[in-house]
DNA sequence: GCACTTGATGCGCGCCACGCAAGTTTGTGG
DNA sequence: CCACAAACTTGCGTGGCGCGCATCAAGTGC
C-alpha cells in the first residue's frame, strides 16, 4: 500500500488513476452538480494528461471516476477498525475508527456535495459508501468470533455504519450546520448502536 | 394509487410503465447476470409493445428500467409502516411492516438474484433499496415525534433498517439456505436494533 | 543487453440518451 | 355529439460513450 513497497509500474498505475480520479473530481465541481454532463470524459483526460482511451482502461463511466476516491477512502473502513486495540469495546472501537478514517482530513465540502447531492451520480456515491461493508463486517467478525456465514450481525452492523457514516454526511452538507464532522459522525454512529432516540 | 382512483392517462401511463419494467426484468433474468450486456434497449421495447423512444421517455438507462419494480417495492416502505398500529413500539413495528411489505408475496429468487448479484446493476440496486430510507424517516420521526431536521435518529434508523433488508437478502440468495424469507429478514431486522451478536 | 510482460494509445464499431417535431389518443366544454 | 386542448407516442438525427483490437512504448527478470 505504501509508495515504495510496490514496483514502479504498480506505482505508475496507481499515479494515474489518481490523476484521473483527481481530475474528474475537480472538474465536476467546478462545473457544479447542474452541470455534470457538461464534463465530458474528453475533458477529464485531457486534465489527467492522458488518452481518453486510456482513461477508459481505469473506469468505465465517468461517474465511477469522479466518486473513485470517496470509494478508495470507504475500502480503508477494515482496516482502520482493525488497526484499534483488540481489547477495546466495538462500538468505542468502531466509532474511533470511522471518525479517524473519514475526518483525517476533514472532508472536502464542494467534493462531497458535488457527490451526495447530484442526481446522476447516486449510483456510484451509494457503491463508494457501500464499498466500506465488506471489509468492515470481517473485521467485525474477526474482534467478536462470530461466523460470517452464519451470523447475520456482522454484516448487518457494517450496513449500518455506513448507512450512519452517509446520513452524517447528508447532514454535515445541510445548510446552517456548524458542527464538525467528527461531531455529527459520532452522533450518527450512536444512534446506529441504539436505535433509540438520542 | 388504487388503479380506479386515476383516470384512464395515469392507468395507460403505469402499464406502460410496469409493461417496460417487467420486460426488462424478464428478459435479464433470461439472459442472467453474465448476459447482461445482451438484453438491449431494442428488445426491452420490443418485449414491453412499445418503441425504443418510448422506453426512453420512461426509464434513462436499462439499469433503471431493470430494477424499478424493486425500487418501487421499496417506495412503499414508509406507508407499511404508518400502517401499524400507533401505540406498537417502533421495532415490533417496523419488523411487522418491512416483513409485510417484502413478503408479500415471498421474492423471486431468479429476479431477486439478478438485481442483487451483478456487477452493473450493483448502483441501480443500491439506489433501489435505498429508495426505502426517506419515506422511512419520515414515518418513523412522525411515529416517535423527533424533528427530522435535528435529530439524526430517525434517518440512521431508516439506513440501518434498509441496510438489513439488503443483507438479509444476500444472505436468502446464499446457495444452501433453507429459511423462508420472513425469517432471515426478521433475524437481520433484529440485529439492526439490537447492534449486538445474536 | 535481450526477450517478455504490461500498460498506453489510436481507430473503429455498435449502442444509447435525448432534443425536436410531427402524429395520435384522451379528457373537456359547449 | 363534436371540436379543441392537453398529454402521450413515435421517428429521426446527433453527440457521446464503452470497449474490442491491433500497435507501440516502457519496465522487468534473466
Redesign the interface.
Known sequence: MNDDAMDLRARNKRATRDAISNAALRLAIEQGPSGLALVRVQDIASAAGVSPRTYNNYFSSR?EAICALQADQSRRAGQALRARPAGEPL?QAVVAAMVELYTDPEPDRAGLRMIMSTPEL???A??AF?MA?GPLAEAIAAR?G?DP?R???P???A??V???V???G??WL?PGNTDSFAA?LT??LS????????
Open positions: 461517474e462500538e447516486e449510483g456510484e451509494l457503491k457501500t461493508e467478536t462470530a456465514a451470523d447475520l450481525f454484516a448487518v452492523t450496513a449500518s455506513a448507512g450512519a452517509r446520513v452524517a447528508r447532514h445541510a455529527v452522533r450518527a444512534c446506529a448502536f441504539r436505535a433509540t432516540p438520542s
